[in-house]
């Protein structure tokens, strides 16, 4: 959510940061209702002074046999006007934050204007892989080598959903206890939150109100839904409190299956697993000072990387302009893998810096040693990694001529094997 004080104070800074989205807003109305709920606390302010002076010379009349009738009656008129006012400033405020939630981040600095033609390619690891024989898309690749079984996952789930079995699952255990592993060594504490989740989880991580039907929601009442993501539940680890100074930064990592709906079609180069309802993803997250936030981007970023180059995979990295950037955030990262049957990059992780923006949604704040001050706290988060992008690289960049896929160094401590073939 963005400082109603910055848009106050400076609303054409916020109109054209907002333009480098590609998303244009009229401030106009807010500010007048903004300026209307301000003169209403003055002079809400003042009837009340008013109200407290009459209440206590009321007393004093009647204690000296005078008459008090009238000035109970000016009293009564006070009140009633403090309650029409209170009425509309209710009115005003909920305007108002229904207005500044509905608001996209504002882009950083040194993020460019535009969308998604606009992005960056700032880094290319390793080689597209070449092939001296006609090489298999990783749909053909799983199933052959018994890794997914597709159409019983249909069966089961329906469209977008797949079944790991066997080493399949075997390879996908050991995928998620690497990055699992490596998160640990550096130092990130292990969580595993609830899967089902409130609405105020999705408000505070930026989600809704805009994206609530890409949810898979539970309940009629109350609004209960799976989470999309781990990032939507550890946003709300400290929503409503104050941290210590000494608290941060918080580095914070966890596993779970990821529950999207995905609305809308797909198109026949995204199937098998590159889109999907469901899906098992590792998530950074990190609680930060303000000042810090932008080396803890940096230091997710690298973590990233760090664990898609373990697994020996070509990809690149790109920054993205504004406009591709997820509405939450005011900078993003994608590690994007080359999938060689498709002819081009899918992204496997963002990683981004939301600076104060959830904060604010969430309420999330900390206090200064020195200073007492208590200001909000910059949160980012990063995937490291999800894994169904993953594996359709791995069969397809390791595929060998005989139809057998070399296993990763990295991952062979946990599946116990260095290559899959066919049973």
């Not at 106050?8 to 300026?35: C, G, I, M, Q």
């Not at 993020?111 to 960056?120: C, P, T, W």
Request: glycine letters at 6%; hydrophobic letters at 35%.
């Amino acid at each position: 959510m963005l400082d109603i004080n910055l848009i106050r104070s400076n609303p054409e800074f916020v109109t054209e940061a907002l333009k480098k989205r590609e998303y244009s807003v009229d401030l106009t109305e807010l500010l007048e209702w903004d300026a209307r709920r301000r003169a209403i606390l003055q002079e809400n302010e003042n009837l009340k002074a008013e109200s407290n002076k009459k209440s206590k010379e009321i007393p004093m009349r009647k204690k000296q046999g005078l008459d008090a009738s009238e000035l109970l009656n000016e009293l009564k008129e006070i009140k009633e006007k403090i309650a029409v006012l209170d009425n509309e400033q209710g009115e005003l405020e909920e305007k108002i934050r229904k207005f500044v939630l509905a608001l996209p981040n504002l882009p950083a600095e040194d993020v460019v204007a535009g969308g998604k033609e606009a992005n960056e390619v700032i880094k290319v690891f390793g080689e597209k892989p070449e092939f001296e024989y006609e090489p298999k898309n990783h749909v053909d690749l799983c199933t052959s080598l018994g890794l997914i079984d597709y159409e019983r996952g249909v069966k089961m789930g329906g469209n977008g959903y797949w079944l790991y079995t066997g080493e399949g699952a075997k390879l996908e255990w050991a995928l998620l206890n690497y990055f699992i592993t490596e998160h640990i060594k550096d130092g990130y504490e292990f969580m595993l939150p609830p899967h089902i989740l409130t609405y105020d989880c999705g408000l505070t991580a930026g989600q809704f109100p805009k994206f609530e039907e890409d949810v898979f929601r539970l309940t009629e009442e109350g609004f209960h839904f799976l989470l999309p993501t781990a990032e939507t539940a550890l946003i709300n680890l400290y929503r409503g409190e104050i941290l210590n100074e000494n608290d941060l930064p918080r580095k914070l990592f966890a596993y779970t299956p990821c529950y999207r709906r995905e609305a809308g079609t797909y198109r026949a180069s995204e199937r098998g697993m590159i889109r999907g309802h469901q899906f098992n993803k590792v998530e950074m997250f990190g609680y930060t000072k303000p000042e810090d936030s932008t080396a803890m981007l940096k230091e997710l970023i690298d973590k990233a990387c760090r664990l898609v180059e373990g697994l020996g995979l070509h990809y690149q990295l790109s920054k993205l302009a504004a406009g591709d950037c997820s509405a939450s955030m005011a900078t993003t990262y994608d590690i994007e893998l080359w999938i060689p049957s498709m002819n081009e990059y899918k992204e496997c992780s963002s990683v981004s810096n939301a600076r104060d923006y959830q904060a604010r949604r969430g309420n999330i704040r900390f206090r200064r040693n020195d200073t007492k001050k208590i200001e909000f706290v910059h949160t980012l988060n990063g995937s490291g990694l999800a894994t169904s992008r993953l594996m359709p690289a791995i069969v397809e960049q390791y595929q060998q001529p005989d139809g057998s896929v070399i296993v990763p160094e990295v991952l062979r401590p946990f599946f116990g094997k260095d290559r899959i073939v066919k049973k």
